[in-house]
């Protein structure tokens, strides 16, 4: 079973030095997540490949729909999030993430409905799929072969890209994501060519090679990530929408692999209001008391627990603007936030984008902090694959 259902194990201190013990990380991950999240460049290439074969182009028969609807929860809802981030505010119709079963009352033959989910069978995506077809809407759908999904379709002759299952949905976002890009591509949505794709693919493969297991905790940087997040409260803040997409995502992840609570959203949100958290008393007040002599180990009880701010900075492009202003405003703000952090003694990560396309920019902010939530769990004992809180869920919610 993919989602595994062993029981509830680990530690509550994380063991910093299994890190650089490739052996024990092998043995801890029986799953193969950090083999699975390495695959990220590949799933790139094998979903576009398969997005080729699907015929997409009959959904530009109609023209320009009045909305894109991306229907689908979790990893596969996130799609939706890319999709926007990557078209950018200049994309010519709404593009709307519905993570709840059917439609939104208002959707109908002028619009498209992407249907996405990895298994093929979350009752997100049929609910959608379904509803789309009574309506008229164009579809397509992304998922598993020979699963529900690609039967609604089949019924619907709608186009359906198939995304072979062979690891958890969070760690199939590019399998899951690819396919979404390329048919806002053939509606005229979104500028994605092959090149984007073949260099995200490689910064995804560079990332891999970076944060491999082999590679000790200096020089990776997604270990280093792990070890500075473990015992802490993480708050992850993007400073564009692009890099909000990437917090998000790291929000997620480390939610699901290393099970820590940890507070996400954009930059700009969080000057009014969140950015409070840093004077708290998980904050600069618990800085503030803190002895920079003392030994970690003696704040391993609650009390010791302390904030650590990631923040994940686009400095990216802005080709199609008239002005830099909006990333000028951008670069101050996270400039400052981090001030404000090194002031209150609040640690602080900083991941930042590179390449350049926006697709490529956001695999440079996802694929570290990926690997990082693999690494914290694996450092507390926990089997990044194996959730039982999750499997426990579905099966009460099935009842």
Not at 115 to 131: D, M, T, Y
Request: charged share 25%.
């Amino acid at each position: 079973m993919i989602d595994g259902t062993a029981g509830v194990s680990g530690r509550r201190d994380a063991d910093e030095a299994l890190l650089d013990n490739p052996d024990a990380l092998a043995e801890r991950d029986p799953g193969g997540m950090l083999r699975h999240t390495a695959s990220g460049g590949a799933q790139v290439r094998e979903s576009a490949a398969l997005a080729a074969e699907a015929n997409l182009a009959v959904l530009a028969d109609d023209g320009r729909p009045r909305a894109v609807v991306i229907a689908g929860i979790g990893t596969a809802g996130r799609t939706g999030d890319v999709l926007a981030t990557v078209a950018g505010p200049r994309c010519p119709v709404p593009i709307i993430g519905h993570r709840s079963s059917g439609v939104p009352g208002w959707v109908g033959a002028a619009d498209v409905v992407i249907a996405v989910s990895a298994s093929g069978r979350s009752p997100e995506a049929l609910g959608a799929a379904e509803a789309a077809h009574r309506r008229g809407a164009r579809l397509v759908a992304v998922g598993a072969p020979d699963s529900q999904l690609q039967s609604v379709a089949e019924r619907a002759r709608a186009p359906f890209i198939p995304v072979p299952r062979r690891a958890p949905a969070r760690a199939s976002l590019w399998a899951l994501t690819v396919p979404v890009l390329l048919a806002a591509r053939s509606l005229g949505l979104v500028k994605v060519n092959e090149a984007d794709l073949a260099e995200t693919a490689a910064r995804l493969d560079a990332d891999a090679d970076r944060c491999r297991s082999a590679a000790e905790s200096f020089v990776n940087p997604a270990k280093s990530l792990a070890l500075g997040l473990a015992g802490s409260i993480p708050i992850v803040w993007g400073s564009s929408p692009l890099a909000t997409v990437a917090a998000r995502r790291f929000g997620d992840t480390l939610s699901a692999n290393a099970r820590y609570p940890v507070v996400t959203g954009a930059l700009g949100e969080a000057g009014r209001g969140r950015v409070g958290l840093l004077d708290g008393v998980f904050g600069g007040l618990a800085e503030g008391e803190r002895d920079i002599f003392a030994d970690r180990a003696e704040d391993d009880d609650g009390e010791g627990t302390r904030l650590r701010l990631v923040l994940l900075r686009d400095g990216g492009l802005n080709a199609e603007d008239d002005t830099d202003e909006p990333l000028a405003v951008e670069e101050r703000r996270a400039d400052a936030v981090q001030t404000l952090a090194e002031r209150r003694g609040v640690r602080c990560d900083v991941v930042t984008a590179e390449g350049g396309s926006a697709l490529e920019r956001l695999a440079s902010l996802i694929a570290v902090p990926d690997f990082a939530s693999i690494y914290l769990a694996l450092a507390h004992g926990l089997d990044p694959m194996a959730v039982p809180a999750i499997t426990e869920m579905k099966e009460l919610s099935n009842q």
